[in-house]
């Protein structure tokens, strides 16, 4: 049975940093690429980065690009999503998710964690 279990949130100020991890467990890891993805209250959820099975290939969305990093431990079975320079529209809750394939095409599986809470004060 899949799972996904996402940690390291938390609340700072606007200019820190967290590392959020995620672990899957139930899947082929390393088969799989892997994104991280946000829901802000009354917003969709939106994906904003990907990183492929090889960790070769990464996507980032434009409202993060420059402050987020992607990496996998494919050894461990971990997604990493460190946040620098965390601004007060980056409060969400942030989930990991599994993609079909080894490349950030199309839409993950449709399975979620619980998240982990962001909270940046404005």
């Known amino acids: 049975q899949l799972q996904l279990v996402e940690s390291g949130g938390g609340l700072v100020q606007p200019g820190g940093s967290l590392r959020l991890s995620c672990l899957v467990s139930?899947?082929?890891?390393?088969?799989?690429?892997t994104g991280w993805f946000r829901q802000a209250p009354g917003k969709e959820r939106e994906m904003i980065s990907c990183?492929?099975?090889?960790?070769?290939?990464?996507v980032y969305a434009d409202s993060v690009k420059g402050r987020f990093t992607i990496s996998r431990d494919n050894s461990k079975s971990t997604v990493n999503l460190q946040m620098n320079n965390l601004k007060p529209e980056d409060t969400a809750v942030y989930y990991c998710?599994?993609?079909?394939?080894?490349?950030?095409?199309?839409?993950?599986?449709?399975?979620w964690g619980q998240g982990t809470q962001v909270t940046v004060p404005s």
């Open positions: 139930g899947a082929t890891f390393y088969y799989h690429a």
């Open positions: 998710a599994l993609y079909g394939q080894r490349t950030c095409n199309g839409a993950p599986y449709d399975y």
């Open positions: 990183i492929s099975s090889s960790g070769v290939s990464t």
